[in-house]
């Protein structure tokens, strides 16, 4: 587990990545149903890939997006900010050593 928690420390050192986490403490969450990608354009509207056993289903309808939107927000509002993020990540690889 510390090699991927290592990992994880040395990709957010990307500058095309930020990684964010939810604190353990903060229970469940609006997203917490399922995984996605919500997809932002500068020239369009916001569309959500979701993906599924068999296929994969893109999402672009104001009504279905709003959802998505709604969880991201949640989501960035309670998560760690990048530099908090790896910290902890540091912490939890030292301790799994």
């Known amino acids: 587990m510390a090699d991927q928690l290592n990992h994880?420390?040395?990709v957010a050192?990307?500058?095309?990545?930020?990684?964010?986490?939810?604190?353990?403490?903060?229970?469940?969450?609006?997203?917490?149903?399922?995984s996605f990608v919500l997809l932002k354009f500068p020239d369009g509207r916001p569309v959500v890939h979701l993906e599924q056993l068999r296929s994969g289903l893109f999402?672009?309808?104001?009504?279905?997006?709003?959802?998505?939107?709604?969880?991201v927000a949640s989501l960035d509002a309670v998560a760690l900010d990048p530099m908090q993020s790896v910290?902890?990540?540091?912490h939890l690889a030292a301790s799994h050593k």
Do not use: T
């Not at 500058?15 to 997203?31: E, K, N, T, Y």
């Not at 910290?87 to 540091?90: A, D, K, V, Y």
């Open 8 to 10: 994880l420390i040395k």
């Open 13 to 34: 050192a990307r500058p095309s990545i930020q990684l964010r986490v939810i604190p353990f403490d903060i229970g469940g969450h609006s997203a917490i149903n399922g």
């Open 59 to 71: 999402v672009d309808q104001p009504i279905d997006v709003d959802p998505y939107l709604r969880a």
């Open 87 to 90: 910290r902890m990540i540091e």
